[in-house]
């Protein structure tokens, strides 16, 4: 949980409230708020390479499609 | 307070692993191979020996060979494409619909889904049922009593919970065990079919319904392939969301959901071909093609573990949906909703409608899923650039995805229109084509699709469209102001629910 009981909305009392009210809501927010920070380790995104070939298995079964019919 | 503090932190991961929060990398707990083998766990089970088995009906077996692997190879990459943006968030897919249909708007496309999936659980309860039975038949234990049959049929949603039950390192666990078996015994019935069949008979023998396969034969089948493949819209993003890296979670899904899948269902073809030019009756259970042309020992070693595949299927899909279906009330464990689940699935397997109408069933599924997915991928990677703004997913006062009393109207506009479209090319509930030419060349599937991601795209394509659709980049008023007053007390109420 956050130490300093600091959140983006509402201060450290509604932060508390919040967390003891609602604890899912509260953890939600609260990795949203590290997102936006950018202190959530988030796994590199996928490569072109990965996209290319993504093209690449659709532009082939295309072709078997056109073959089969 | 230390030992608050650390409870709160434990129910919190929990509440990640089995639940909506975002997970952590230090959460994540599987790998490529791991996922690739709880996807094969999940896609391989009866249900691809009848996929097979249909499409042999309608085509012969080059062509069943050429619309699978057509339809997977162009199809697949939209499921990996979703299971990318679960696994960036570490966000199941279905929270993140909303951005997509808004925060309200998700619940009855994710409902229509729901349904659609236990119907899918109850498909493969039905044939576990039969297989087993057959089984039974075998060791001279027989069973023709139609509810013996269907209780017996509900061990398996009854099994497949209590896997689930466990949590998701059980499911990695028996996924492993299932699936490494599953290829093991898929490679087994391949060289039965082999070394015992026809082979040059079967390929050059016509479709089993003896009504030769014409371009519209041909099509139909491949619409078949595509709502197969979309049918595991549903738990896609419980999966990727714990898979550790981007390329895991995509190449993962590729081969498990994919190429696992489309061999095993070119497989069920092959077997059904083999064994009819054997002499074989034509038959809808796979059971009596694999007893055919197995006999004997290698016959029962097959059903058995494919029987046991049907299980591993319902821990993965029980485990999937109960996970996604806390978007509609998160606060509820887990372990409840998964009972629920099976629960449903049960009623539904001692009622065996399903099976019954397996073609009307499968264009709901197209109708339904083939749109949602679809505008989820062209809502994320294209109109707003792979950019979300995670608070907006989980909080329905902030502004970002709240749009019209919680529906985004643009892309219901786009999926009515992907909807209307189907149905104007395809008549789900007697399996025929209205609009030949579009079928012939889109599928009904596809043109749904299509017309969706025009229209949505070319929608957000003007100005004020695109205001509407991305409100999620213009700065957010604080909560309890002017904005949040404007959905009131059904706000508050949906703010409980997160």
């Avoid at chain 2, 349904?115 to 049922?129: I, Y």
């Avoid at chain 2, 109960?322 to 606060?331: D, E, F, G, W, Y």
């Avoid at chain 2, 409608?353 to 339904?368: C, D, K």
Wanted: neutral net charge; charged residues 15%; aromatic residues 12%.
């Amino acid at each position: 949980m956050n130490e300093t009981g600091t959140t983006t909305r509402g201060g450290p009392q509604t932060a508390r409230t919040e967390e003891r009210d609602n604890p899912i809501r509260f953890a939600c927010m609260e990795r949203c708020e590290e997102m936006r920070s950018g202190t959530y380790d988030l796994p590199k995104a996928l490569e072109r390479l990965d996209f290319v070939l993504l093209g690449v298995g659709v532009v082939v079964g295309l072709i078997m499609l056109i073959v089969g019919v | 307070m230390s030992t608050d503090k650390l409870s709160m932190d434990e129910y919190t991961t929990k509440e990640a692993r089995l639940g909506i929060i975002p997970v952590r990398m230090s959460e994540r707990m599987y790998s490529f191979l791991d996922l690739a083998l709880v996807a094969g766990s999940f896609a391989i089970a009866t249900w691809v020996y009848v996929q097979g088995i249909s499409l042999a009906s309608v085509m012969s077996m080059p062509q069943s060979l050429l619309s699978t692997f057509g339809a997977f190879l162009v199809v697949i990459p939209l499921v990996v494409l979703i299971g990318a943006m679960a696994n960036r968030y570490g966000i199941d897919h279905w929270i993140l619909s909303r951005s997509t249909f808004g925060y309200l708007g998700t619940f009855p496309i994710f409902v229509l889904i729901l349904v659609s999936t236990v119907g899918w659980s109850a498909v493969v309860a039905e044939l576990f049922g039969s297989s087993v039975v057959k089984l039974l038949g075998e060791a001279g234990i027989e069973i023709t009593s139609v509810w013996g049959i269907r209780l017996i049929a509900v061990l398996c949603p009854i099994l497949g919970f209590i896997i689930a039950f466990r949590g998701i390192g059980a499911v990695r666990l028996s996924s492993r065990i299932m699936t490494s078996l599953l290829v093991l015994v898929g490679f087994a019935v391949l060289l039965m079919v082999v070394f015992s069949g026809d082979l040059g008979g079967a390929w050059n023998a016509g479709p089993l319904s003896g009504v030769p396969a014409d371009r519209t034969a041909f099509m139909l089948g491949t619409e078949w392939n595509i709502a197969f493949v979309f049918s595991w819209v549903g738990t896609i993003g419980a999966l990727t969301r714990v898979t550790r890296t981007a390329r895991g979670s995509a190449w993962g899904l590729y081969f498990g959901y994919g190429i696992l899948c489309g061999l095993f269902i070119g497989l069920g073809a092959l077997l059904a071909f083999v064994a009819v030019v054997q002499g074989s009756e034509p038959s809808a259970d796979p059971t009596d093609y694999l007893l055919a042309v197995g006999g004997g020992w290698m016959g029962l070693m097959s059903l058995i573990l494919v029987g046991v595949a049907n299980i591993g299927t319902l821990a993965v899909g029980t485990f999937g949906m109960a996970l996604s279906s806390k978007i509609l009330r998160p606060s509820v464990r887990y372990e409840w909703i998964a009972a629920v689940f099976m629960v449903a699935v049960v009623a539904l397997t001692l009622w065996g409608g399903v099976l019954e109408h397996y073609g009307t069933f499968l264009a709901y599924v197209g109708v339904i899923a083939g749109p949602a997915v679809t505008l989820m991928v062209v809502d994320y990677y294209i109109v707003r650039s792979r950019k979300l703004t995670p608070a907006g997913l989980f909080d329905p006062k902030l502004p970002a995805y709240r749009y019209t009393y919680g529906f985004n109207l643009v892309s219901f506009v786009a999926f009515g229109a992907g909807f209307a479209s189907f149905l104007l090319v395809y008549d789900p509930v007697n399996y025929v084509p209205r609009s030949t030419g579009l079928f012939n060349t889109l599928t009904a599937t596809g043109t749904a699709c299509i017309v969706s991601a025009v229209i949505y795209v070319g929608l957000s394509a003007i100005p004020a469209v695109r205001r509407y659709v991305l409100r999620d980049r213009q700065p957010m008023p604080a909560a309890g102001g002017a904005e949040t007053a404007l959905i009131g007390e059904w706000s508050e109420q949906a703010g409980r629910l997160v």
